[in-house]
């Protein structure tokens, strides 16, 4: 008997990390379930992360105005209504999405939620009786979800876009890729307890930037990244700092081209992640067991600092807790190793 459901309301407000995470998921629900309409329902900034995926509709929420607070809440569940949706997937599951979730339910829409394992997540990150092994991906528990709709997800042999022409105004600041290898690099997080110690990044680009066959294109945002930034790249003619000339959509050009990418635990890994691209990601204060590490990436690209050194680690989820002793846990990963690990990939 076919699936009655025929529209599914996704819901993922933020942050930019945990809404490109959902985005190999609805890549492969679409294509293996090319009858079901998907709504997206998210913060205008994340549009572009689901451009050009069939069957998916953005549906922008204006937390700022029509949808602030409970009144909003409202709105925003009367302007879904709108649209014929069958059913609901919270891949959120916070106090927002949770009142929205629930007052579909009361419209006798069927409602389902990601689990998003709170309990392992505490078990693996507490100083005492630490249970330090993987628990589920953040990507598995988004498939449970689906199939709690009574659909399935196969991720094993997942398709990813092609790389994009880079437009003109892309190319006065890129240039044309021609025999060079091309290397992103985004050294910053939320949290300083996953963020790369500056002068030992520096070290990492400064070798990389050595072979004139490589460029490198540094990411970021705001004025103090930039600046940061803009210091690593002013000796090297073959370094880029693009943060702050590119919009979002850009940014993802540009990274559908790069041969690989060098990130910290944070959203441009998963920015990475979902258009296809090998990504090496750095992990402090966090830990790639609690779930979040880039989709279909090997596990041996999660560099991680010492445990011996550093026991307690993972100290944290999200990296928001600090630790005295532990801020330079980072420190224990050497810059050889991800200058070699790199190297590997594009040579």
């Known amino acids: 008997m076919p699936n009655p459901i025929q529209h599914i309301a996704v819901i993922r407000l933020s942050a930019m990390g945990d809404v490109a995470m959902i985005v190999p998921v609805i890549r492969a629900f679409v294509e293996q379930n090319p009858n079901v309409k998907i709504t997206v329902v998210s913060r205008p900034f994340f549009k572009p992360f689901f451009n050009g995926i069939p069957n998916v509709n953005f549906f922008a929420v204006d937390v700022k105005g029509r949808h602030k607070g409970l ?3 409202l709105k925003l569940h009367s302007d879904l209504k709108q649209l014929n949706i069958d059913a609901v997937a919270d891949l959120h599951n916070v106090l927002r999405s949770q009142i929205l979730r629930t007052l579909f339910a009361l419209s006798v829409k069927k409602v389902v939620y990601t689990d998003k394992g709170r309990a392992e997540k505490r078990a693996l990150t507490r100083a005492q009786d630490k249970i330090f092994r993987p628990i589920k991906t953040m990507i598995e528990r988004h498939v449970d979800t689906f199939k709690k709709l009574g659909f399935s997800i196969d991720l094993s042999n997942p398709k990813f876009p092609q790389k994009v022409n880079l437009a003109e105004d892309i190319l006065k600041i890129t240039g044309e890729k021609t025999t060079q290898k091309w290397i992103g690099i985004a050294p910053f997080a939320q949290y300083d307890s996953k963020v790369y110690p500056q002068d030992l990044m520096e070290k990492v680009i400064e070798e990389l930037a050595s072979d004139t066959t490589n460029k490198i294109f540094l990411f970021g945002g705001g004025n103090k990244e930039i600046e940061i930034l803009n210091s690593f790249s002013n000796c090297n003619q073959n370094v ?4 702050g000339k590119l919009k979002l959509q850009q940014e993802l050009d540009l990274i559908s081209n790069l041969d690989v990418m060098l990130s910290m635990d944070s959203g441009n890994s998963h920015m990475a ?11 402090g204060a966090t830990h790639p067991f609690a779930g979040f590490a880039p989709f279909n990436q090997p596990f041996e690209n999660c560099l991680v600092s010492d445990r011996e050194k550093f026991p307690l680690l993972p100290t944290s989820v999200y990296g928001n807790k600090k ?24 040579s």
Not at 240 to 243: C, L, M, S, T, Y
Not at 273 to 283: D, P, S
């Open 71 to 73: 009144k909003g809440l």
């Open 240 to 243: 880029i700092n693009v943060a």
């Open 273 to 283: 992640a979902m258009l296809g691209i090998k990504v090496i990601t750095l992990w």
């Open 323 to 346: 630790v005295e002793g532990y801020q330079n846990a980072m420190r224990s990963i050497n810059p050889d190793e991800i200058v070699n690990k790199i190297v590997a990939y594009i």
